[in-house]
């Protein structure tokens, strides 16, 4: 209803430790999109009737995800309100989200989500607090009593947190070459506040290299998902003849990234395991060594193997980055990624869109440092192909269809539960023997925690696999993923098109699992 939003935030402020909030510092930020401003203004009259002691809100209430998670990190603030649907479409018909980081900077672990739920079912009085509007346009604080509002700058800690991660001198050679271009995306989102600051002001892009880079209240009418389907206006012009050497986009709250060179996409998979292997050499904050890598277990197997050539220690886990924040807040993780364009390393705990794309541009400046203007330089595809070379090809793809009917699709999951049951160790399907099949569960090394029915994987003895996930089963219906993955060591076929050397797998999975049969679906909705 009309307070639906004032409800969650009221169940938020109730289920915390009332010790802890009283006089606390919190932060607000969010991804710009419509109903935000209006939001903001809700949530601190909220914070100061439950006795927040300050919010600190990022101008404008516009700040990216990874950014929300510097700054609780680096002011020791008790958590921070993040007002975004991700990279899903915004406008007065779509979609509005909020969540809670926690102190340390990451997504707040379940049980204070489940408590937060459990205050959601009684909440029956909202602590609002008479106070006027505040202005987000204008950085400064506010005091209203006891309560303090202070406006700030939404790059400055984060931009300083960068400049730490990262070499910007070696970054702003390449930048400032006369033969390198590059083309930045922001999808009208909300990397477009930071993309001129830091790529131009700060690293000396050409202001001409950076495209949908004014943050809009519906993203332009787009969908702002970095992947080869939404971000078709990047695609065009990485794929044409005569395209810029390199190219990126960042989603709805800048988490997301997606990687491109001049004709050449680079998986998400494949592009955690290129900054893992090359990343020591070029990036400071990995100089003194990688502590740990991980993915999630979709997320292809490049980057097990740069863990065992680095004898690194390596963990699959659930998809959800706070699995990942438990190990970087126990010293055991720098870099981790996963299959849905998230890539991050342990300087925040939230997946880093900005921080991904930095890490390719050091890894190009690097390699390209002794080249002289006008020579040969060494390319996105090079990288990859000299990658594969070392560690072997991990062909990957993945289906998405979108709005299943959720009883159909819950049918499909049954029946492959099924299959999984009566295909012991050595079961042929089509030329792969299978090594395993099982409903992925993980315990978490860190807390003990235990987080089952994961998803639905086949996995041969060659290092292939079969994964299916299903997600969410509200109005709009169920999304069925499948995921499709080949190891290939043979040099020769590295070029192949991933659809074309994951042809038979791809057919296994369609037949095994009935997909069409349950589903009615002959084609999905997207692939990647």
Known sequence: GDNYLANWVQSLFSSLPQEDLKGSAMLLGGDGRYFNKEAAQIILKLAA?????????????????????????????????IMS??????????????????????????????????????????????????????VGTTKFGDFEVEVIDSV??????????????????????????????????????????????????????????????DFGGGHPDPNLTYAKELVEIMFKDGAPQFGAASDGDGDRNMILGSNFFITPSDSVAIIAAQGEACIPFLSTGIKGLARSMPTSAALDRVAAAKGLEFFETPTGWKFFGNLMDAGKLSICGEESFGTGGDHVREKDGIWAVLAWLSILAYKNKDVPVGGKLVTVSDIAYEHWAEYGRNFFSRYDYEGCESEGAGAMMDHIRQVIASSP??????????????????????DGSVASKQGLRFVFTDGSRIIFRLSGTGSAGATVRMYIEQYEDDKAKHGMDAQDALAPLIKIALEMSKLEEFTGRKEPTVIT
């Open 49 to 81: 009737g439950n006795g927040v002691g300050k919010m600190c809100v990022a101008k404008d209430a516009v700040m990216c995800t990874p950014a929300c998670s510097a700054v609780i990190r680096a002011r020791s603030l008790y958590g921070g309100l």
């Open 85 to 138: 649907a991700s990279h899903n479409p915004g406008g007065p018909t779509e979609d509005w989200g909020i969540k809670f980081n926690f102190s340390n900077g990451e997504p707040a672990p379940e049980n204070i989500t489940d408590n937060i739920f459990g205050y959601t079912q009684t909440v029956s009085e909202l602590y609002m607090a008479d106070i006027p509007d505040v202005d987000l346009s204008t």
């Open 156 to 217: 400055d800690e984060y931009r300083q947190l960068l400049s730490e991660v990262f070499d910007f001198e070696l970054i702003k050679s390449l930048l400032s070459r006369s033969d390198f271009k590059m083309c930045f995306d922001a999808m009208h989102a909300v990397t477009g506040a930071y993309a001129k600051p830091i790529f131009v002001d700060t690293l000396g892009a050409d202001p001409s290299e950076l495209m949908n880079d004014t943050p809009m209240e």
């Open 425 to 446: 160790e050595g079961t042929k399907m089509g030329d792969y023997t299978l090594a395993f099949a099982d409903d992925f569960e993980y315990t978490d090394p860190i």
